[in-house]
């Protein structure tokens, strides 16, 4: 998948310096908000100033890794758990005007966890999903008319059923 980038973020990454921002969402009970940087409103959202790294935020397996001050993110971890639960990472760069517009660099879902100091959160990418996941036959669906049978919808379409 191709990627094109905006204007500001060409010339941020195209500096001798470049100060990444990262905005992470994590969907606990209560979704969790975190700015890698300064706290700042953005897709509607308050983000939170936390001290939090993002390891290889592009590859299949990034690190996120978040202070435990006063352990209460490490609280929230061990009442919610991580295992499965969804993780968004957006990317930004910082300029003399501000930053450049997020872009949503993973995807995924938390794995295990860590807690200590700090919480370190192993994550992975979602997986590719078919569709439909949900098929119509046994033992699913037992009580399914038997072919042949014939069904009007309200415009008067008629459907008949195939099968085996």
Not at 9 to 32: N, Q
Not at 93 to 116: H, K, N, W
């Amino acid at each position: 998948m191709a990627r094109t980038l905006d204007a500001n973020t060409t010339t941020a990454v195209g500096a001798d310096i470049t100060r990444p921002l990262f905005l992470v969402s994590m969907a606990f009970s209560s979704i969790v908000y975190y700015s890698s940087r300064d706290q700042r409103t953005w897709d509607s959202k308050t983000w939170l100033a936390a001290s939090i790294e993002v390891s290889n935020p592009t590859s299949e397996t990034p690190t996120v890794t978040i202070f435990n001050e006063n352990a209460t993110f490490g609280q929230a971890v061990l009442a919610d758990g991580t295992a499965g639960r969804a993780i968004n990472i957006w990317q930004a760069y910082g300029m003399a005007s501000g930053y450049t517009d997020p872009m949503l660099v993973f995807t995924g879902e938390m794995g295990e966890s860590q807690i200590g100091k700090n919480v370190v959160i192993k994550c992975k990418r979602n997986t590719t999903v078919l569709t439909p996941r949900l098929y119509v036959a046994s033992p699913t669906f037992n009580h399914l008319p038997k072919p042949g049978a014939r069904i009007v919808t309200a415009n008067n379409q008629i459907i008949t059923l195939e099968g085996s």
